[in-house]
């Protein structure tokens, strides 16, 4: 999708701050981080949010999942807890309409909500 930015990010179109990559998902800084790690975990197919994955994305979903975890370990996160977020919709907060699971951790996190 031309005109969504992340699509633009895993084009290369946009430079990022790109912390890992492979065939399906991209990971990068998020531009206005909400805690010391603030990584977004991005699948490289262009869906709108989690609403719009398939019976033949459950693959994706599983190694989206899986390379959060191995980030997590990666930022020194395992041992002292993080938090993985995916807003849906406007009242979830969702402002980028293009799939993506927050990474969040390196300080004590508030209450959800
Ligand atoms: P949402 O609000 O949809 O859950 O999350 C979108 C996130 O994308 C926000 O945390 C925002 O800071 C981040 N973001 C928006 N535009 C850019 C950008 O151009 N580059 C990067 N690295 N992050 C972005
Ligand atoms: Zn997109």
Redesign the pocket.
């Known amino acids: 999708m031309s005109g969504c930015?992340f699509c633009r990010?895993v084009s290369g179109e946009?430079p990022?701050?790109k912390i890992y990559e492979d065939d399906r998902v991209i990971a990068?800084?998020?531009?206005?981080p909400?805690a010391p790690v603030?990584l977004?975990v991005v699948p490289r197919k262009h869906l709108a949010s989690v609403l719009e994955l398939g019976p033949e994305d459950s693959d994706l979903g599983g190694h989206v999942l899986h390379v959060l975890g191995q980030l997590a370990r990666q930022e020194d996160l395992a041992g002292r807890g993080f938090r993985i977020?995916?807003?849906c919709g406007q009242e979830g907060?969702?402002?980028?309409d293009h799939l993506?699971f927050?990474l969040l951790g390196g300080r004590r996190l508030g209450a959800m909500g």
């Open positions: 930015i990010i946009i990022s701050q990068f800084k998020d531009i206005n909400r603030h977004l977020v995916s807003n907060g969702q402002t980028v993506h927050h």
